[in-house]
């Protein structure tokens, strides 16, 4: 494994890459995974590497997992990268595509491996649907005991795919915070494994940005449009450019679009006000249920990684979120969640000209409802 530490983002403090950390025990900020580069770049062995087809273990040297054996996977990742049929230069990353339907199982193959490498049994998971039915589909092929927390407001599909999953189901009143807290106090209780948007999770993720630069021919696009709620798959796509650069396997690192929902956009706002902290919002109000987290697990590393890139970051009304789902149904037969077809509807809100990637994050039959 070349992970060679855990390092906070805030006070830098640094913890062994064997054990289990969620934020910083020092300061309670979100915590990184360090690697050893010059150790992976020898290791590349860069004819077979580039001969593979793009899949998410095909960049397992990137992952924080000591042996791959202990590997819990549905083979996930490798979903297309489809042309639009209207805009030229215009390209959609089909995450929907994945096994559960979203890309969160990118980041549960990995923290459940994880898990099953730590000697867990018991996993808990704070979610608004598509997180939970990842990872309780993951506990369920490892054989794991999983417990899951979601508000009431959640799709309907969401809740049966996870009690479907066999997962032990608790609808929470409240938001997506709430839930939340409910995990923290499950860890309190007894020892228990939790999944989450914490580190591991955001090392998995990083998959969607391998994967897309890899389909490029490892060429940089003028934009990757992401969609933001607790902001770790947009700080997993950074870290994953990032990283390639440093390999050499990548020129420059392309321009970052963050795109919120108007009625819960505190990334929005702390980066248009330059300040380093996010204030959240206490009530996020958007039928994108899957981008409805008001104060983001992973948004200090977001805001620092707008910043170092000069990323842009908007927000889109609900019914500009409608609109692009609907022209990505009629007019290029792809079917999307709400949440899904939000970085299309920032893109569309900027004009973006060039070769632009939007990631569409999750199915159309995770969250059907005409709204
Ligand atoms: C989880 C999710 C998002 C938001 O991702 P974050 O990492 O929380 O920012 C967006 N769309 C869909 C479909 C999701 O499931």
């Not at 842009?312 to 290029?332: G, H, M």
């Amino acid at each position: 494994m070349f992970a060679k530490g855990i390092r906070c983002v805030s006070c830098k403090k640094e913890f062994s890459p064997h054990l289990v950390i969620y934020e910083c025990e020092e300061c309670g900020s979100p915590v990184d995974i360090e690697y050893d580069y010059g150790g992976i770049k020898k290791k590349l062995i860069k004819d077979l590497f580039f001969k593979e087809q793009p899949s998410h273990w095909k960049y397992n040297l990137l992952y924080p997992i000591e042996d791959l054996s202990n590997r819990v996977t549905l083979q996930e990742g490798g979903t297309p990268l489809l042309p639009s049929k209207k805009q030229k230069g215009l390209l959609f990353k089909i995450e929907g595509m994945n096994p559960t339907g979203s890309f969160k199982d990118r980041g549960s193959t990995i923290e459940i491996s994880k898990a099953v490498e730590l000697g867990v049994s018991e996993v808990a998971c704070a979610t608004t649907g598509n997180m939970g039915a990842s990872v309780a589909s993951y506990c369920a092929r490892a054989g794991l005991r999983c417990t899951i927390y979601l508000p009431f407001f959640s799709p309907k599909n969401k809740i049966t795919q996870i009690q479907q999953m066999g997962a032990e189901t608790h609808l929470v009143h409240g938001t997506y915070e709430d839930a939340l807290a409910k995990t923290k106090e499950l860890r309190k209780k007894k020892h228990i494994y939790l999944t989450g948007d914490y580190a591991y999770r955001g090392e998995g993720e990083k998959s969607v940005g391998f994967e897309i630069i890899d389909q490029l021919n490892w060429t940089s696009p003028d934009y990757i449009v992401l969609p933001v709620g607790n902001a770790t798959l947009f700080s997993a796509t950074y870290k994953a450019c990032y990283e390639l650069k440093i390999l050499g396997l990548l020129q420059a690192i392309p321009k970052l679009v963050a795109v919120q929902a108007f009625g819960c956009k505190p990334l929005v706002d702390a980066y248009q006000k330059g300040q380093k902290k996010i204030t959240p919002v206490k009530q996020p109000q958007t039928l994108a249920s899957a981008i409805a987290c008001g104060n983001p697990v992973d948004g200090m590393k977001a805001l620092a990684a707008l910043q170092k890139t000069r990323g842009l970051c908007i927000d889109v009304q609900d019914s500009e979120i409608l609109a692009a789902r609907e022209e990505l149904a009629w007019k290029e037969g792809l079917f999307v969640e709400p949440s899904g077809a939000v970085s299309y509807a920032g893109a569309k809100k900027l004009n973006l000209k060039g070769t632009v990637v939007c990631v569409l994050t999750g199915h159309g039959l995770k969250d059907p409802e005409k709204y």
